[in-house]
């Protein structure tokens, strides 16, 4: 037999029936054009959380003087925007703690979830004053017990956090920006307090 001969005969192998897989296939090279803009969404909306900073500093005028916002990027994994007291900062500068607006990068992972969360840090532990840390991550169940649903257990750097989401299957970036607002005041209105009898004793 030859090898024209051979071509001929039908393949008796059955197409992929997987309704998924399928959908995947028929449309391959639309959904990877579109997946390619993953990295181009995934900056302009870090750019938007940055923008954040000055709504957030706003806010604090109408709080008080003595409240500070920045950003602190000396995590180039984790970006985050911090509010903290100037009073409560060291000779060096730095604060024992923070409310703080913390994504990683990317923000938009491969899996196309958001890494995007707010909460009270307490620093690396390399770089954590101990004593405040122990005393704020004995205040956690007290803090999430006044914070609500759907704020999560302690993690290593935070006594009290939660995720930053929006509803449904669309990113409105406006929703996000919000959800990321209310519950960075949320938590300093709950945690500031506790802070400032910490570093007042």
Same mark, same amino acid.
């Given at each position: 037999?030859?090898?024209?001969?051979?071509?001929?005969?039908?393949?008796?192998?059955?197409?992929?029936?997987?309704?998924?897989?399928?959908?995947?296939?028929?449309?391959?090279?639309?959904?990877?054009?579109?997946?390619?803009?993953?990295?181009?969404?995934?900056?302009?909306?870090?750019?938007?959380?940055?923008?954040?900073?000055?709504?957030?500093?706003?806010?604090?005028?109408?709080?008080?003087?003595?409240?500070?916002?920045?950003?602190?990027?000396?995590?180039?994994?984790?970006?985050?925007?911090?509010?903290?007291?100037?009073?409560?900062?060291?000779?060096?500068?730095?604060?024992?703690?923070?409310?703080?607006?913390?994504?990683?990068?990317?923000?938009?992972?491969?899996?196309?979830?958001?890494?995007?969360?707010?909460?009270?840090?307490?620093? =690396?532990?390399?770089?954590?004053?101990?004593?405040?840390?122990?005393?704020?991550?004995?205040?956690?169940?007290?803090?999430?017990?006044?914070?609500?649903?759907?704020?999560?257990? =302690?993690?290593?750097?935070?006594?009290?956090?939660?995720?930053?989401?929006?509803?449904?299957?669309?990113?409105?970036?406006?929703?996000?920006? =919000?959800?990321?607002?209310?519950?960075?005041?949320?938590?300093?209105?709950?945690?500031?307090?506790?802070?400032?009898?910490?570093?007042?004793?």
């Amino acid at each position: 037999m030859t090898i024209e001969e051979f071509g001929r005969k039908p393949l008796s192998i059955p197409p992929i029936d997987d309704p998924q897989v399928r959908f995947y296939l028929d449309h391959w090279h639309a959904i990877e054009t579109w997946a390619a803009l993953r990295r181009d969404a995934d900056e302009a909306l870090q750019d938007r959380l940055l923008d954040l900073v000055d709504v957030l500093a706003d806010d604090a005028r109408t709080i008080g003087d003595d409240i500070d916002i920045h950003t602190d990027t000396s995590d180039r994994r984790k970006p985050r925007i911090a509010i903290s007291r100037r009073s409560w900062r060291d000779a060096a500068g730095r604060v024992p703690a923070a409310t703080v607006i913390e994504w990683q990068k990317p923000l938009i992972d491969r899996d196309g979830e958001l890494q995007l969360y707010v909460g009270l840090r307490v620093g =690396e532990r390399r770089r954590r004053d101990q004593q405040v840390g122990a005393q704020l991550s004995g205040l956690a169940a007290a803090f999430r017990q006044r914070l609500g649903r759907p704020w999560e257990r =302690e993690d290593e750097a935070f006594p009290v956090w939660r995720w930053v989401t929006v509803p449904g299957t669309v990113i409105d970036e406006i929703a996000l920006l =919000e959800d990321a607002r209310a519950g960075a005041w949320d938590c300093w209105n709950v945690t500031a307090g506790a802070i400032d009898d910490i570093l007042a004793h």
